[in-house]
């Protein structure tokens, strides 16, 4: 299985048994976060779980996590998943309501230019960590905006 690039700051098994749930969680998303941003060419939870010791059940919990708010990439090849990072990341906005923040950045990766957009709110550890996302290609923001104004008006 190919090698894959890890970052320097992985907790050694015995520390981040320790850690408590809360911890454990948030240190698994900002790993996997890393783990993808280090290795561009993509990777499975077979190369993490070789790499890293963590369960594949954890992995694939957190992978699908982040696959779903928009803060990693997942390619599904027959039977085989590979995860990628959203790509570079340049932050434009907040925006507030409530408990959450809302906040606006484009993406640029192999597949093209994107629109993101992640709603944060306070975790369990007392952080603002990404809740929700969707990541949106460029070529279709007109449109969309087009379609949100339609409905802005209808209300």
Known sequence: MAKITLPNELLQKEAFKTLP???????????????LELNQEGITISQIKEATGLTYSTLWHHLEVLGCTAQCHKVS????????????????NDYGKSK??????????????FV?????????????AVCKGISIPVELIGDLIKTLDQIKKSI
Do not use: W
């Open 21 to 35: 749930a809360k911890e454990k969680e948030e240190y698994v998303s900002n790993l996997l976060k890393k783990i």
């Open 116 to 128: 993101c957009i992640h709603e944060k709110r306070e975790n369990r550890a007392g952080n603002q």
């Open 100 to 113: 959450s923040t809302y906040s606006i950045s484009t993406a640029e990766n192999k597949d093209g230019s």
């Open 77 to 92: 090849y027959g039977n085989l998943d590979m995860y990628f990072p959203i790509g570079k990341f340049t932050h434009l």
